[in-house]
Every structure is written in structure tokens, then in C-alpha cells.
């Protein structure tokens, strides 16, 4: 497409984007309140170890997927939400890490171990009730 050579009315997406509708993997349950992920085909599946997956975002709903991937949607949003840290002593997230990425254990918890997994978001704090985690930044 050529540049433009007049004015052009640009859509806005509603509220910047935070909400996203995301087609669901086939066979997949997400529970709402998970840590979403999309896989490496752009399907929605919950956030688990794995690499190549990118974060989505929080479940707004449960969603049962019992037929073919894409056939059900998800409602997900972005932001920042507290989610567990990971039970592994050495791989638990720390005032350390404030600021940096934390990666997906399940969709649920977050660690800092970067093996063999993939990002779930950047750490903004760390406390008794868990890890907030910035979602959907780039």
C-alpha cells in the first residue's frame, strides 16, 4: 500500500486494546482468573512451561473448547495481575527481579527460571500475596 497523500481517519481500538477476544485451542479448558498464553499457531491455551508461547493476558471467563481449534472465543485482558510464585526455592521471584521478566510455570504461577520457558509478563512487585505481573506490554 502506498503512503498516504491526504488525511485518513484512523480507528481506535476500544479502550486501547486491553480487552482481546482470542480463538480457543481445540480440546482446551481455560478457567477464568488463568495466566493465558497463545500457542505458536495464535490459539489461546492456559499458561504452562513450554517455549515459544506468548502471554496474553487473564482469563475473564471460563471457556470449555470441545471442538476444533478456533471454534470457541475467549474474553482476555491485559494489565497487571498478582499471580503465585513458584514454590521452588531457588527459582522463586524476589524484590530482584522487580522491573525484569518472569517467566510461565503454569496458569497460575510465575518463576524466574527462563529454561525451557516463556515470558508471562515483567515483575512490578513481589510480596505475601504474590507477583504482579504486566501483562501485554511490549
Known amino acids: 500500500m502506498a503512503a498516504l497523500t491526504s488525511a485518513r481517519d484512523t480507528i481506535e ?33 492456559p499458561g504452562k512451561k513450554a517455549t515459544g508461547l506468548t502471554a496474553a493476558g487473564r482469563a475473564e471467563e471460563t471457556v470449555e473448547n470441545t471442538g476444533a481449534d478456533g471454534a470457541v472465543l475467549i474474553r482476555v485482558t491485559r ?35 527462563a529454561t525451557g520457558a516463556s515470558v508471562a509478563g515483567l515483575v512490578t512487585r513481589v510480596d505475601d500475596s504474590g507477583v504482579a505481573v504486566e501483562i501485554g506490554r511490549a
Do not use: R
Open 13 to 45: 481500538i476500544a479502550n486501547g486494546g486491553k480487552t482481546l477476544a482470542l480463538p480457543v485451542k481445540g480440546s482446551t479448558t481455560i478457567y477464568q482468573g488463568a495466566l493465558v498464553a497463545l500457542d505458536a499457531n495464535g490459539y489461546a491455551i
Open 79 to 113: 494489565g497487571v495481575f498478582v499471580f503465585a510464585n513458584t514454590a521452588t526455592t531457588s527459582n522463586k521471584i524476589t524484590a530482584a527481579h522487580v522491573l525484569k521478566p518472569c517467566y510461565m510455570e503454569d496458569d497460575q504461577t510465575v518463576t524466574a527460571l
